[in-house]
């Protein structure tokens, strides 16, 4: 089994998976007579169907037994997905390019620094919430409409990847 190296969030390092949702670095500009900085469009919900509504939810996760065997991952071909982070505390991400099904040499991980949100693009190949706080909240935009909204693919036992904790 290959250990995966788990590397800094960078909205370059993720682009392939989709979008960074942060402020740093993020374009702006003022509203509110000047009391209030606007990070404008950090992110796009992006659905298959007109019909399709954006919703939001709050996830509340439990962490996971490390060091963490990545059997499967999950992709959604309907709709975009995004989670932020609400009580600042960093999470990991793994995830693998575009694809009929996920390709276990490709799949990446990351952290981020607890300040930093993600929105996976529709498709991208991607591991349920990985929190590493014992418990950990989340606020989700995703897709809400008919229609099955998520694959599931699981690697076999060769194939599966050892994700180690987080320094």
């Known amino acids: 089994m290959r250990t995966l190296m788990i590397e ?5 390092a993720f682009a392939p998976f989709g979008d960074v949702i942060e402020t740093d670095g993020s374009d702006h500009f003022m509203i509110n007579n000047g ?44 709709g975009s997905q995004a989670f932020i982070p609400l009580l600042g505390n960093p999470f990991l991400i793994v995830v693998a390019p575009l694809g009929d099904e996920p390709v276990s040499g490709l799949v990446r991980a990351f952290v981020t620094n607890g300040r ?10 991607h591991h349920p919430v990985l929190t590493i706080e014992k418990r950990d909240d989340f606020l989700v935009v995703d ?3 008919t229609g099955n909204n998520c694959d599931e693919h699981f690697f076999k036992e060769d194939e599966r990847l050892i994700l180690a904790p987080h320094q």
């Not at 800094?8 to 370059?12: G, H, N, S, W």
């Not at 930093?116 to 190949?125: A, D, E, L, P, S």
């Open 143 to 145: 897709r809400s409409g």
């Open 35 to 78: 009391s209030t900085m606007r990070f404008h469009k950090l992110a796009t919900v992006d659905t298959a169907k007109p019909e399709d509504h954006a919703i939001i939810s709050i996830f509340r996760a439990d962490a996971q037994d490390m060091p963490l065997t990545v059997c499967m991952l999950e992709r959604h071909p309907l």
């Open 8 to 12: 800094p969030l960078t909205k370059e």
């Open 116 to 125: 930093q949100g993600i929105n996976y693009h529709r498709g991208v190949w």
